[in-house]
T-cell receptor, first 115, second 111 residues
Framework: DAGVIQSPRHEVTEMGQEVTLRCKPISGHNSLFWYRQTMMRGLELLIY????????DSGMPEDRFSAKMPNASFSTLKIQPSEPRDSAVYFCASSTLTGNGETQYFGPGTRLLVL | SQKIEQNSEALNIQEGKTATLTCNYT??????LQWYRQDPGRGPVFLLLIRENEKEKRKERLKVTFDTTLKQSLFHITASQPADSATYLCALWTGANNLFFGTGTRLTVIP
């Protein structure tokens, strides 16, 4: 298996532009997580899905952020409009739903810089 | 408030020594505790999981302890090597199918 795939790996955009981050989870995994990592705040959970359904989006900073999972093999995280404070590394992770601790498998991340 | 604290931002040790990293938490009741390794420019990678009713878990040169009374986990790397240099994250799983991560400890093993 190729692992969790994220694209793009790097994104540089200007304030006010729309940014779309993409994720393909590991085949067979039924939970998907979006995280944001910064030096100041560490790894923060933004939203997660079970079986393509959003379960908890309390970590989404504000209405400018939205996430979708139209099918089991694809998810997007969109920021519109983007702001410089959104600059961070965004990780997607996936896992299976077992109720036994749920090890998460992370993608390589998307490094976002908003100018 | 809920907190997960890892002992220090950075830890330097000499090659061959045992590295000990600490994870303390407050106002959580984790059923499982996990440790991850993160290298620069990469996503975290799972290392070990320990259940609340387990005291200790080992994997090769790694050892994890979990004390639910002290609300603490210790992560040990014995016979440390420069290749062990990375950031190590602890994460708590409370049963809601998501993980709560600590801020990490950056370990540097000096040759």
């Amino acid at each position: 298996d190729a692992g969790v795939i994220q694209s793009p790996r790097h994104e540089v955009t200007e304030m006010g532009q729309e940014v779309t981050l993409r994720c393909k989870p590991i085949s067979g995994h039924n939970s998907l997580f979006w995280y944001r990592q910064t030096m100041m705040r560490g790894l923060e959970l933004l939203i997660y899905f079970n079986n393509n359904v959003p379960i908890d989006d309390s970590g989404m900073p504000e209405d400018r952020f939205s996430a979708k999972m139209p099918n089991a093999s694809f998810s997007t995280l969109k920021i519109q409009p983007s702001e410089p404070r959104d600059s961070a590394v965004y990780f997607c992770a996936s896992s299976t739903l077992t109720g036994n601790g749920e090890t998460q498998y992370f993608g390589p991340g998307t490094r976002l810089l908003v100018l | 408030s809920q907190k997960i604290e890892q002992n220090s931002e950075a830890l330097n040790i000499q090659e061959g020594k045992t590295a000990t990293l600490t994870c303390n938490y407050t106002n959580y009741s984790p059923a499982y505790l996990q440790w991850y390794r993160q290298d620069p420019g990469r996503g975290p990678v799972f290392l070990l999981l320990i259940r609340e009713n387990e005291k200790e878990k080992r994997k090769e040169r790694l050892k994890v302890t979990f004390d639910t009374t002290l609300k603490q986990s210790l992560f040990h790397i014995t016979a440390s090597q420069p290749a062990d240099s990375a950031t190590y994250l602890c994460a708590l799983w409370t049963g809601a199918n998501n993980l709560f991560f600590g801020t990490g400890t950056r370990l540097t093993v000096i040759p």
